[in-house]
């Protein structure tokens, strides 16, 4: 069983950064985990954000968010972050991390485990 538990949402201004991090417990999160950032802002459905295969050797990210956003993670520390810079009023959301158990990240599909999620406010 994995938990995950996403920290460093807040309020920024527009064109401000925020590092979002997700931190996994359990003793079987490895590198076997392919991670995965969503969000979910008020009214729409989650939508993908980015995402980062089991041993990091590959990312992905929504149009909306290249070049602007990061994902990385550490396998030993067992968490997953996303540094979101250049950051605009759309990108008020929650933001929530998931892990699919898999090398690879697949999407769309389904998730295996779910953060509970942390709300990120962007005032223009």
């Known amino acids: 069983q994995v938990q995950l538990i996403e920290s460093g949402g807040g309020l920024v201004q527009a064109g401000g950064s925020l590092r979002l991090s997700c931190a996994a417990s359990g003793r079987t999160f490895s590198s076997r985990y392919a991670m995965g950032w969503f969000r979910q802002a008020p009214g729409k459905e989650r939508e993908f954000v980015a995402s980062i295969d089991g041993s990091g050797g590959r990312t992905r990210y929504a149009d909306s968010v290249k070049g602007r956003f990061t994902i990385s993670r550490d396998n030993a520390e067992k968490t997953v972050d996303l540094q979101m810079n250049s950051l605009k009023p759309e990108d008020t959301a929650v933001y929530y991390c998931?892990?699919?158990?898999?090398?690879?990240?697949?999407?769309?599909?389904?998730?295996?485990?779910w953060g509970k999620g942390t709300l990120v406010t962007v005032s223009s």
């Open positions: 998931a892990a699919q158990v898999a090398w690879f990240f697949s999407w769309p599909a389904e998730m295996d485990y």
